[in-house]
């Protein structure tokens, strides 16, 4: 594995940009939730044993970071619920891969089973090589920087 | 997608078991660092810019979680350095669904690129069906709460 240290290392890569979006246990439950077709702040809440404060913090959150959207689905009274944009729909393979993980270092009885709607085959995940399509590891990849020189300083960081 | 409420899910998946060990934004830029090689303090706060005491903190907490190990690299003075373990390393595919994540959503212009070593191929993250093959996306797979009757409670969980 090569070693990327500065000056040649992007100075605000695209985990450390994800994770000011969404680097938060409780916004990776709520999401884990979305993904099990929960969209109500009662059933956030109660399936997750969250207060009430933080969880309307989190939701503040995601619809600001265009990962969830509000709907309203009742006029009288006005009730709106949270669907995952398309934006969010994308964070799915990140909770797999942290399911996954969970699956295999912290248990030995998996508690649920991910299989392809189809056909009842199990999922797996995997990286490949798009020209070769060899399954890879971390040790068959290598980081380019993409930038020759520094990158200017990103106006959305802080 | 199915919509699961309790009681049919599990009280506590692999989810929130991974994310009580690693759902943390610093520990998550701390793994990132391993993962483009750094293992010294030193470098993880100069890279980082992040506080001594934070950081011992978050590396402490690796350690007892046996996702990194200490290993003395100096007698005199008496100096350790932090390498990943083989449950560390599997951490792999969920940085890099975190960056392409990020690549996809936050930027315009990815500062890092993935290729395959062997053959310079761009490298993808896929969810597959282990029997017929196919590439998965969220809406073609199931869930299937193992467990016919709610689980005891974990003693792990507090």
């Known amino acids: ?26 916004t990776f439950l709520i999401l884990r939730e979305c993904f ?5 702040f009662a059933d956030f809440r109660r399936n997750l044993g969250i207060a ?8 503040e959150s995601l619809v ?10 009742s006029e009288h009274p006005p009730r709106q619920e949270y669907r995952l944009t398309a934006k969010g ?4 393979e990140i909770s797999v891969a942290i399911m996954r993980w969970g ?18 085959g199990a999922v ?6 798009t020209a070769c399509d060899a399954h890879l590891d971390s040790r068959d990849i290598a980081y380019h920087p993409t930038h ?10 802080t």
């Open 1 to 26: 594995m090569c070693t990327l240290n500065r000056p040649d290392r992007p100075e605000r890569d695209s985990v450390q940009a994800a994770l000011e979006e969404i680097g938060d246990r409780w």
């Open 36 to 40: 099990f077709g929960v969209r109500r």
């Open 52 to 59: 009430g404060n933080i969880l309307a913090d989190r939701l």
């Open 64 to 73: 600001g970071h265009d990962v969830l959207e509000r709907q309203r689905y």
């Open 89 to 92: 729909r994308d964070l799915y």
């Open 103 to 120: 699956d295999r270092w912290l248990t030995d009885d998996p508690p649920l089973a991910l299989t392809h709607r189809a056909d009842g």
């Open 124 to 129: 797996e995940q995997v990286l490949r090589c």
């Open 148 to 157: 020759a020189t520094p990158a200017p300083p990103d106006p959305r960081a």
